[in-house]
């Protein structure tokens, strides 16, 4: 038994180290001689055990003397042990293909496939006064009426609903999948823009008069946006190049930027995504199923039906 | 002899953290044989025999040196030795060029080297059959049985000369004369025996005699094979091709002259060479030296050992008996531990297992043993520094 406990240990180590290697293919030498009944004389088992034995010795004769006693017991252990964090390593790398994380959609803590915590990066919503901070649980969008966000109907039994920040790093990180899910997938679209960055309050008036004014291409403006360095969409000026380019009439857009309602349905929209519970941009919901951070693609793709 | 002396004539002794005692299975080998390959290579790494230019008949002379000097070793002709791999080869050799007929008997002791056993009860597909002389139960060879199981149709006794199980030698002259009453012919396994004691093949009368070349200081890759002349002269030839025919023809060839038309294809130069060194240092160190500090070391040894609970020495209880070679298994703990802890706590090397005789172990339901072969280049402290370690691995396995 303990050359296919062996074989099994040492081959996962195996992957990591040359040494490790050596012996998972001594462990295979000794189960195979087993398995074909020939005499096991590898004694890797021995071998095994008196290597780890000769460097306990010379710490402490009496630790050496109990895991001699108890090698069997300790062995199991160590195989059990190894069985499950091979089994939640497994599942790691399951979770993170699926949910571009290993412990699961939004969740936290440390991935070693995705050691920096790329795919789980927000920039936060700053708090409500007096409310506790949302969490992944509170996230929907029963609350929220989504004919205030802009939408393109591609007549699909998917729906998307995109909410970022045009200056926020991991709202565009996520763009361009949600762009490539849009081209390739037409789910039914939904985007509203939350500025979660102070100072960037005329951006908010930008977005909200290229989405209300018709005479240009709303999605053409946010393309632009997330894709122009952030530098240039906290200028004033590029944002009306940008408007130039998306085929607006600049004085229609000007005349909304000036017109005092125009702050007020700002605040409106705000609130009405701020009712998503939305603590970080990017926000994404596939189908109602909310994802934090930019996921890969794959993720995106995977809650579609 | 003045061992610290003797230790610096090889390099690997010079290392500080090693303690070899796994000489029964490969000796060390002196500088001298070291350089004299390096010699080969580097001045003339030529063809011996078949080319007449400078170099290659400077090359044959040294080989004939050699071949001389090898006979002169064991007391024999130079035409009656056979350069081979391995002890081994010498006895497959024989085996397989032996006039051995369905019916005939080969004996062997009960603890033969699977090389000087599987040669014989291969040749069971041709009828011959293979019988086992039963030792007493110190493991010793038991004459009286021999006396009893020989009839004419035992054509050969083939018999480890020295155990590498145990280091228990045969009384080889004895023997000898009773197979010749007898009619039957013999050959020694002179593998262990060739660096302890003086072989003398006229004084023994043997007929054919094996030994290797990496068990007496040689290079690894070298053996012999020795054959009284008028023997070999009736031998069938086993490999054949370039070197064992004078010449040849579409369908039919002329053998060529013993001992060459038994050694086929371009020999080990570098090796026979470095055989020849290794000789002339046995010599000059005296192979009653060798053996003399040989028994020093056992004696102790042994002594220590037998101080241990349910430990058992394989062979006779006297160290005297057993050469350098001390065979032990300890009835709680395994071998293989033991052997891999003395190395990797102390540098010392052993040999576990079943020492290629297996059917010893088996025969006698021991599962393995720890095998400590000393040679003359080992001291007393060594052997003391593996009596402390080995007391101190016990401790922690018990
Ligand atoms: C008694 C005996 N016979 C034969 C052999 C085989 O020798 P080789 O491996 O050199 O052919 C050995 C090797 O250990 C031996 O000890």
């Known amino acids: ?305 | 002899m003045n061992i610290k002396k003797l230790r610096k004539d090889f390099y690997f002794l010079q290392k500080k953290n090693y303690i070899y005692f796994d000489n029964a299975c490969n000796s060390l080998r002196p500088d001298c044989v070291v350089e004299k390959i390096n010699e080969y290579y580097k001045e003339y790494p030529v063809c011996a025999g078949r080319s007449n230019y400078a170099l290659a008949e400077k090359l044959t002379t040294d080989l004939l040196g050699v071949r001389k000097n090898i006979a002169k070793f064991i007391s024999a002709k130079e035409d009656e030795i056979i350069f081979t791999k391995n002890t081994t080869e010498s006895i497959n050799l024989l085996a397989n060029s032996l006039d051995l007929k369905e019916g005939d008997i080969v004996l062997t002791t009960d603890k033969e080297h699977n090389s000087n056993l599987i040669p014989w009860i291969k040749l069971k597909s041709k009828g011959v059959i293979h019988k086992t002389i039963n030792s007493n139960p110190d493991n010793t060879f038991n004459i009286e049985r021999l006396s009893k199981v020989l009839c004419p149709e035992v054509k050969l006794l083939a018999l480890g000369m020295s155990s590498n199980l145990d280091g228990v030698s045969i009384p080889a002259k004895e023997i000898i004369d009773l197979a010749h009453k007898n009619g039957s012919l013999v050959l020694l396994d002179a593998a262990q025996s060739a660096i302890s004691e003086k072989i003398d093949v006229k004084y023994l009368d043997v007929d054919f005699l094996a030994f290797s070349g990496h068990k007496i200081l040689g290079p690894s890759g070298t053996g012999v094979l020795f054959g009284k002349k008028d023997l070999l002269e009736k031998l069938g030839s086993f490999l054949v091709g370039g070197s064992t025919v004078h010449s040849s023809s579409y369908d039919d060839f002329e053998l060529a002259d013993i001992p060459e038309r038994f050694e086929a294809g371009l020999q080990n130069f570098s090796g026979i060479l470095g055989l020849g060194e290794a000789i002339k240092y046995l010599e000059k160190i005296g192979l009653k030296n060798i053996q003399k500090q040989k028994l020093v070391l056992n004696e102790y040894l042994s002594n220590e050992l037998l101080k241990i609970d349910k430990l058992h020495i394989i062979g006779p209880e006297e160290a005297s008996r057993r050469s350098g070679i001390v065979s032990f298994y300890i009835d709680d703990i395994d071998s293989h531990q033991l052997s891999i802890m003395l190395d990797r706590s102390a540098g010392i090397m052993t040999r576990s297992g079943q020492h290629c005789v297996h059917s010893w172990f088996k025969s006698r339901e021991v599962a393995s043993s720890l095998r400590v072969s000393m040679s003359f280049y080992n001291t007393l402290d060594e052997v003391k520094k593996f009596v402390d370690e080995l007391n101190n691995i016990i401790k922690i396995l018990r």
């Open chain 1, 1 to 305: 038994m303990f050359c296919f406990i062996a074989l099994l240990v040492f081959s996962v180590l195996g992957i990591f180290s040359a040494t490790h290697r050596k012996f998972a293919k001594e462990a295979f030498d000794c189960v195979f001689r087993r398995i074909t009944f020939r005499p096991c004389n590898t004694g890797f088992r021995e071998k095994v055990r008196g290597i780890i034995l000769v460097k306990l010795m010379k710490r402490s004769s009496f630790f050496a003397k109990v895991f001699n006693k108890y090698f069997e017991l300790i062995a199991w252990i160590f195989f059990v042990l190894m069985i499950v964090s091979t089994f939640y390593v497994g599942r790691g790398a399951y979770n993170f293909y699926l949910y571009g994380n290993c412990n699961g959609v939004n969740e936290e803590g440390f991935c070693l496939f995705d050691p920096t915590g790329e795919n789980n990066k927000i920039s936060p919503v700053a708090p409500t006064c007096g409310l506790d901070t949302p969490t992944v649980d509170d996230l929907s969008l029963a609350n929220t009426d989504l004919d205030k966000f802009f939408f393109i109907d591609n007549n699909s039994e998917d729906t998307v609903v995109f909410i970022g920040c045009y200056v926020c790093d991991f709202t565009r990180k996520a763009f361009p999948d949600i762009e490539k899910l849009l081209e390739k997938k037409k789910p039914n679209f939904y985007f509203g823009h939350l500025p979660v960055k102070h100072g960037s309050d005329f951006i908010s008036s930008y977005d909200y008069c290229a989405r209300e004014d018709t005479s240009g291409d709303y999605w053409k403006f946010v393309e632009l946006m997330f894709t122009s360095d952030i530098e240039n969409i906290n200028d004033q000026n590029y944002l009306q190049e940008v408007v130039d380019k998306a085929g607006y009439d600049k004085s229609k857009i000007d005349e909304c930027l000036a017109d005092p309602e125009t702050l007020a349905s700002i605040e409106q929209n705000i609130f009405n995504i701020g009712n998503t519970n939305i603590y970080g941009t990017p926000l994404v919901f596939v189908n109602n199923k909310a994802i934090v951070g930019p996921k890969p693609y794959r993720v995106y793709k995977g809650f579609l039906k």
